[in-house]
């Protein structure tokens, strides 16, 4: 792995374990939304799953082509990622971390566009990104174009 992908992965790592690690530390509960403990057991629950389907989707069997079996670890690695910054947009609070998380969408599915493009392959299929769900709400709206990780930015410096 190269330094510079060795770099964005733990950059990566380092901001979905700040996301996670974050969570609830400064969360205004909204009225329409269900208790805190409750929010916690869903939220919980939901990246549990986004885990085990990652950690399970990482483990394929070897093809004999270095170039497909990369993809096909590294795929389910980007998608456990949406999964879970999905799952925090749904309960989390903190406008800070929902940008990031927003950003980790977008970027992870470019990712995975990107390698499948690599491989001659077509890219996966358009679909809106969930990056505007509340408890209370279902909706979904397509997120804006961001730079790969660019969420190093604090809203202060992006009023600057």
């Known amino acids: 792995m190269s330094p510079r992908s060795q770099r964005r992965l733990r950059t990566l790592l380092f901001a979905v374990f700040t ?12 009225q329409e939304a269900p208790p ?9 629950a939901e990246n549990d799953v986004a ?8 483990a394929p069997k070897p093809s004999g ?3 497909q079996d990369f ?3 590294m795929t389910p690695h980007h998608q456990g990622a949406i999964d879970m910054a999905v799952a925090y947009l749904r309960y989390g609070q903190n406008e800070q971390l929902r940008r990031i998380a927003q950003e980790i969408v977008v970027a992870q599915q470019q ?3 990107a390698m499948r493009l690599a491989l001659g392959q077509p890219p996966p299929p358009s679909a809106p990104v969930p990056t505007q769900l509340r408890p209370a709400s279902a909706t979904t709206a397509p997120a804006s174009h961001a730079a790969h990780h660019a969420h190093t930015t604090t809203p202060q410096q992006e009023d600057q």
């Open 19 to 30: 996301l996670l690690s974050g969570i609830g530390a400064h969360a205004a509960v909204a």
């Open 36 to 44: 805190q403990a409750n929010r916690e057991q869903a939220f919980l």
């Open 51 to 58: 885990m085990t389907k990652m950690m399970d989707g990482m």
């Open 65 to 67: 082509n270095i170039d």
């Open 71 to 73: 993809v096909a670890m």
């Open 111 to 113: 990712e995975i566009a």
